[in-house]
C-alpha cells in the first residue's frame, strides 16, 4: 500500500502583515485542511544554522500549523535570511533543492506564490495570479518581473497541478507556457462569510470609523500602493468627480506604502487634492469589512 504523500507549504506568504496573497494562501489551506481524507500538512519555517531558539515568525507559522491540523518543519539555512532576500532582489534564487535528501515519505509541495526553491526528487503545486510581471514591466517591485519570467517555466516542469485563480488566468497560462487545461485547476479567491457580511453590528462600524477618522461618507480602496493597483489613475478619476460630491465623500486609500508609488503623490499635488484624500496605511483584518460596509462605493481600480 503506497504511503499518501504529505504537503509541504512554502511560507514565504504567510509572515504577517498578510498581504492579499497571504490571505488566499491562509484561506485556501483553512479550507483544505477540512476536506476528508487531506494529505498531512507542513509548513516550512527556515532558521539560520546557529540560532537555536525560534522566532516570532516561526512561532507564528506553527500556531497556524497547529489551526490547520499539521506541524512544523524547521530547516537549517547555511546562509542568513538577509542574503536570501538580496539574491531575491537581484532576481537570483539560492541553487540548494528543497529535497536535495530523500525523506521518508513521498512529499508534494506548494509553492502559494508562484514559485519556490528548486526541486530535483519531488514535484509542486504553484499558484499563479497573473501575467503583470510580463505585461507591465518596471511595475513590480525590484526585480520580481525577471525573477518570475526566470524560475516560473522551471517551476511548472516539476508541477502535477497549477492552481489559478480564474479561468481568464488559466487560459492564458495554456497559451504562454503550453500547461495542459487538465493541469490547471481554477481555485478563486473568496472571502469568509462570517466576517464580510451585510449585518455587521452599528456599534462596530462606528467604533471603526472613529478608530481612523472618518466621519463623513466616502469612497473607499484598499490595496498595497504600488503601480499596478493603479492609484493614480483612482486619484485622476476621482478628480473628474463634481465639487459638491468631491467636498462630500473624501477617496479613502487603505493599504501598505508598497513600492513605486510616487505618482499618487505627484497626482494628489498636481490636482490640489490632498485634503481630499485620506492614507489610512495598512489596516488590521478585522477593520476591513467594516470599512467596505460603510463606504459609498468601495473602487478597484486595477490595471491588470
Known amino acids: 500500500m503506497e504511503t ?8 514565504s506568504a504567510l509572515h504577517p502583515p498578510l498581504s492579499g496573497v497571504g490571505l488566499y494562501t491562509r484561506e485556501l489551506l483553512k479550507a483544505y485542511a477540512a476536506l476528508p481524507g487531506h494529505f498531512p500538512v507542513k509548513i516550512l519555517a527556515y532558521r539560520f544554522f546557529p ?11 506553527a500556531g497556524l500549523a497547529g489551526e490547520l491540523g499539521g506541524s512544523v518543519e524547521v530547516r537549517r539555512r547555511p546562509l542568513p535570511s538577509a542574503v536570501y532576500a538580496t539574491l531575491r532582489r537581484r532576481a537570483l534564487r539560492v541553487p540548494f533543492p528543497l529535497d536535495l535528501f530523500p525523506s521518508r515519505r513521498p512529499r508534494l509541495h506548494f509553492f502559494p506564490n508562484f514559485v519556490g526553491e528548486p526541486l530535483v526528487r519531488s514535484f509542486c503545486i504553484p499558484v499563479v495570479y497573473d501575467f503583470g510581471f510580463l505585461h507591465f514591466l518596471g511595475k513590480l517591485q525590484n526585480r520580481d518581473h525577471l525573477f518570475l519570467k526566470r524560475y516560473l517555466p522551471r517551476t511548472l516542469r516539476r508541477a502535477t497541478r497549477v492552481v489559478v485563480i480564474s479561468k481568464s488566468v488559466g487560459a492564458e497560462l495554456e497559451a ?11 481555485v478563486h479567491p473568496a472571502v469568509d ?12 462600524r462606528e467604533a471603526v470609523r472613529k478608530v481612523h477618522g472618518l466621519d463623513s461618507p466616502y469612497i473607499f480602496s484598499l490595496s498595497t500602493l504600488e503601480p499596478r493597483k493603479n492609484f493614480a489613475g483612482l486619484v485622476e478619476a476621482y478628480a473628474l468627480l463634481p465639487e459638491d460630491i468631491r467636498k ?4 479613502v486609500i487603505a493599504g501598505g506604502r508598497g513600492w ?3 505618482d499618487i503623490f505627484a497626482a494628489l499635488r498636481r490636482l490640489s487634492l490632498e485634503n481630499r484624500v485620506k492614507f489610512l496605511g495598512y489596516i488590521p483584518e478585522e477593520d476591513r469589512a467594516p470599512l467596505m460596509r460603510e463606504a459609498e462605493l468601495f473602487v478597484l481600480p486595477s490595471l491588470y
Open 4 to 11: 499518501a504523500p504529505e504537503l509541504v507549504v512554502e511560507s
Open 51 to 61: 540560532r537555536r531558539r525560534p522566532g516570532p515568525q516561526e512561532a507564528y507559522l
Open 176 to 186: 504562454r507556457y503550453g500547461v495542459p487545461p487538465e493541469k490547471i485547476a481554477v
Open 193 to 204: 462569510p462570517d466576517v464580510f457580511r451585510p449585518d455587521i453590528p452599528s456599534g462596530r
Open 248 to 251: 462630500r465623500c473624501p477617496l
Open 260 to 262: 513605486k508609488n510616487e
